[in-house]
């Protein structure tokens, strides 16, 4: 069984309070699980929730926790929680990081321990109970045992960013969220030369578009980013987040089961998002969420 729960469902900022009360104000990290094998995507704020719940019941029931994690890209909002995921001070914890490349010389271990430096938090890496173990990859289909593959697609962020697509007995889950339609950069009308440019630009923006679409064909759970409104998106273009409208559009005839918008903007509220839902609560093919932390769906 292939399932996926929602611990954090909220981009770029952690919004608690009175007005994100039933969606849920905690950033990005959610739970996979391919039977019992855990794997978690993203260290937001989710995460803090999500080691609470693996003390009382994974290390209760086996022992230990041993998850692999998996990270979408390193911007602040994605990995704000590591630091208060409690099984990382508890002894026999193992943990495997997987994320993409960065654009620095520097590593992904490094830029991860380095919130967990004095001047940011009271623990430093290097006294913490837990093995860990990092791995940076770039596009490529990894081969976890048991007939489950995870295969990952460089997203369209300012950062190196990876969706993911989990396979297993038949089923599949992908990501696609820190991401915006890839548009054409070279788009002008001035001179010949520069209309030819524009014609490649338009062609490769295309390519590119379809090459995300491929991707996530077929699958029974796609978990999109959809942090604007299409309104909003004008004044954000080039920040690396979609509209829910384009979203909906572009997954459209790709022969998904589920699709899930996530990643809401900060500033919107529970009954805004209620509004979204509506929205779209008769369309059949693909069912369409909105993403809520709690939830668990299944593949």
């Known amino acids: 069984m292939l ?31 391919a039977d019992e094998r855990l794997f978690i995507i993203d260290l937001g704020t989710g995460i803090h929730p999500l080691g609470e719940w693996l003390i009382k019941n994974d290390l209760k029931k086996k022992g230990k926790i041993k998850a692999d994690i998996f990270l979408t890209h390193t911007h602040w909002d994605h990995i704000i929680g590591f630091p208060m995921f409690n099984p990382i001070y508890v002894p026999g914890t193992e943990l495997k990081i ?12 490094a830029i991860i321990d380095n919130q ?23 596009e490529e289909t990894l081969d976890m045992g048991d007939g489950l593959t995870i295969t990952s697609k460089f997203l369209n962020h300012p950062i190196f960013c990876l969706g993911y697509r989990f396979n297993y007995q038949g089923k599949s889950i992908a990501t696609v969220y820190d991401h915006e339609p890839f548009h054409n950069l070279f788009k002008t009308t ?10 490649e630009g338009e062609i490769a923006s295309a390519e590119e578009n379809e090459r995300i679409r491929q991707f996530i064909k077929g699958a029974d759970i796609v978990i999109h980013d959809a942090q604007y409104k299409q309104e909003e998106y004008s004044g954000h273009v080039g920040w690396g987040h979609c509209s829910y409208e ?14 899930v918008l996530f ?37």
């Not at 994320?99 to 620095?104: A, I, K, N, T």
């Open 246 to 259: 384009n979203a909906v559009q572009t997954t459209a005839g790709l022969d998904l089961k589920k699709l």
């Open 98 to 109: 997987t994320g993409p490349v960065s654009l620095e010389n520097e590593s992904l271990k």
């Open 190 to 199: 001035e001179t010949d030369s520069d209309k030819e440019t524009d014609k």
């Open 3 to 33: 399932t996926v729960r929602f611990w954090g469902v909220r981009g770029s900022l952690p919004s608690p309070g009175p007005n994100t009360v039933i969606y849920g104000g905690n950033t990005s990290c959610l739970e996979i699980r």
């Open 116 to 138: 967990m430096s004095h001047k940011y938090w009271p623990v430093r890496a290097d006294e913490l109970s837990a093995k860990i173990e990092y791995n940076q990859i770039k």
């Open 263 to 299: 990643h809401h903007e900060p500033s919107r509220t529970d009954s805004q998002l209620e509004q979204i839902e509506k929205s779209y609560a008769k369309n059949k093919s693909p069912q369409i969420i909105i993403a809520k932390e709690g939830i668990t769906l299944t593949a």
